[in-house]
């Protein structure tokens, strides 16, 4: 036996030694073979199966020309900017309860000073909702869903008040910057706009428009089940429904979406506690030596849901039953692919590269069927100027789940709670923000996503309609809930939407390919009468 310098390196290879002597013959020695590596996790690779792409030449241009509601926005498009401007002057900050009854109150004194016949409050177990029904008497009706509320905001990221709504110059133009501006208050004071407008005109709506804008939006809309559930009768007698967005590219294009994901959201908190770290408040940093930390406690399980990029859920069956793209679906991205602009994209986002250096189909794949994991926001312990020496009892994350058709909220939940379980993390505490919702999804064959297109057409910027959004909006209760197809899109850029200097561009520069407001709320008038005139 080689002699080791260290004695307690000595005393433990002999004690090895001697273990494996002393073992009965046959019997194989006390210390225990090393247990095999768990499988690496692996994201869900969708492929697609056929070159064929959507063929749009079947779907006509929209061919109705409204001058005289055209004329009237033109003359009147300075006072329709204040309209805008006034409504993201008004704070609403749903996570802090900034503003929202006022916000409430003036949608719905909007509403009826545009002369929507009814114009109501709708009071849920959370912030207000605001029902408005314009009854023209029409064969249809459209069903328009709004959002009043915001995200909150580090005014000193902003470059101008983010309240204020000043109008600013860009390189693309006169903007709107504020809080709101693109997401989504300007585009739908944008659409009544287009509204006031034809109803002065005319004197009344081709369609019968009904408007239901919460307040919970930013919060997971947990209450807005709630909001349909008061009218849900009145809801089944539309005929489709249009949710108002900028929609435009800086290079001008329109990204029109057929569906959105579904979300949770959620977070994890670490206490101090029988497993050890201190249990009722922060103590001395220099007692680390001694006390585990709930901070580490909380990071390690964040770890555990992951691959160590951050980009590969490792929780057993996350993926599993997400829906791969149907036959149409395919084709609507082999028809994208051609137009998809990842580095004009990037530049928006302000990022180098996408994870893996996906290009091209791979990378709208990854973005349209990819469930997500992503964490929001994490804190504990002390975190203002200079130091602070301490070691925290508790630590907190805010946690979103991005969920593809397939993957069922409750079965998301379910699936991280036996995670932290299964991994020795059962102290960690998991609470629901919210009930989460699922995916929703429109086909392209609707008369009214048809119709939509046309409309699109007839303004002459090119179109890409992709199979979904990346993001969430509470859309089942439409789509499946109500058994109705959905259009979102529109005329129109913005940027910054959760970040700061949002903003949406309202009189583009000249060479800039992008509509400005009076363009935007004309496109909006086609969409009403092209929805009227749809079968």
């Not at 029409?138 to 869903?145: F, G, K, P, S």
């Not at 001694?290 to 996350?318: F, K, M, Q």
């Not at 395919?330 to 994209?345: H, P, Y």
């Not at 250096?357 to 349209?368: D, E, S």
Request: charged share 15%.
């Amino acid at each position: 036996m080689k002699t080791l310098r260290s004695g307690s390196s000595l005393l433990v290879i002999g004690v090895a030694i001697w273990t494996t002597a002393c073992a009965p013959a046959g019997q194989l020695p006390l210390t225990a073979p090393p247990a095999p590596s768990p499988p690496t996790p692996t994201r869900p690779v969708f492929e697609l199966a056929t070159d064929e792409r959507y063929d749009f030449a079947g779907i006509a241009p929209y061919r109705a020309n409204h001058a005289s509601v055209y004329a009237h926005i033109d003359e009147h498009l300075p006072q329709h900017i204040h309209h805008l401007q006034r409504w993201v002057r008004q704070r609403s900050i749903s996570p802090q309860r900034d503003g929202i009854e006022e916000m409430a109150a003036l949608v719905q004194e909007d509403l009826r000073s545009i002369g929507f016949h009814e114009a109501e409050l709708v009071r849920t177990e959370g912030h207000p909702g605001v029902w408005g029904y314009y009854d023209a008497g029409a064969t249809r009706t459209l069903l328009v869903y709004m959002m009043y509320d915001v995200q909150p905001v580090n005014e000193q990221e902003w470059q101008t008040d983010p309240f204020a709504g000043n109008l600013v110059d860009h390189e693309l133009g006169q903007v709107l910057m504020a809080r709101g501006a693109t997401n989504q208050k300007g585009p739908q004071r944008a659409f009544l706009n287009a509204v006031d407008s034809i109803i002065r005109i005319t004197g009344t709506l081709p369609v019968n428009l009904i408007i239901t804008a919460e307040g919970e939006e930013e919060l997971g809309s947990p209450h807005y089940p709630q909001f349909v559930s008061q009218y849900e009768e009145r809801l089944r007698q539309a005929h489709g429904v249009y949710f108002p967005m900028n929609g435009q590219l800086p290079d001008g294009k329109i990204a029109m979406y057929l569906g959105v994901k579904g979300i949770i959201y959620f977070e994890l908190e670490a206490v101090g506690g029988k497993w050890g770290g201190p249990q009722r408040h922060a103590i001395h940093g220099s007692f680390k030596s001694l006390v585990d930390a709930p901070v580490w406690r909380l990071i390690h399980a964040l770890a555990s849901l992951t691959t160590e990029d951050g980009n590969t859920i490792a929780i057993d069956g996350y993926y599993d039953t997400i829906i791969p793209p149907t036959r149409e679906e395919q084709q609507l991205i082999n028809s994208m692919s051609t137009e998809w602009n990842e580095a004009q994209l990037q530049q928006l986002l302000g990022v180098d590269h996408w994870i893996d250096g996906a290009t091209g189909t791979t990378a709208i794949l990854g973005h349209l069927y990819g469930a997500t994991l992503n964490i929001d926001g994490i804190w504990g312990g002390y975190t203002g100027p200079g130091s602070k020496t301490v070691l925290p009892h508790m630590a907190t994350a805010k946690v979103d789940s991005r969920l593809p058709p397939g993957l069922q909220p409750e079965q998301a939940i379910s699936m991280i709670r036996q995670h932290l379980d299964a991994h020795g993390f059962s102290d960690i505490t998991l609470r629901k923000l919210d009930d989460g919702y699922p995916a929703a999804q429109t086909s392209i064959t609707e008369p009214w996503v048809q119709s939509a297109i046309g409309v699109f057409k007839k303004t002459g910027y090119p179109l890409q309609v992709q199979p979904r959004i990346g993001g969430s909006a509470p859309f089942y209760q439409f789509t499946d809930r109500l058994g109705l197809p959905l259009v979102f899109t529109a005329l129109g850029h913005g940027s910054g939407a959760h970040g700061p200097d949002e903003y949406m561009l309202i009189t583009p520069k000249p060479g800039v390919p992008v509509a400005g407001l009076a363009a935007i709320e004309k496109a909006y008038v086609d969409l009403i009468y092209s929805f009227a005139a749809t079968p």
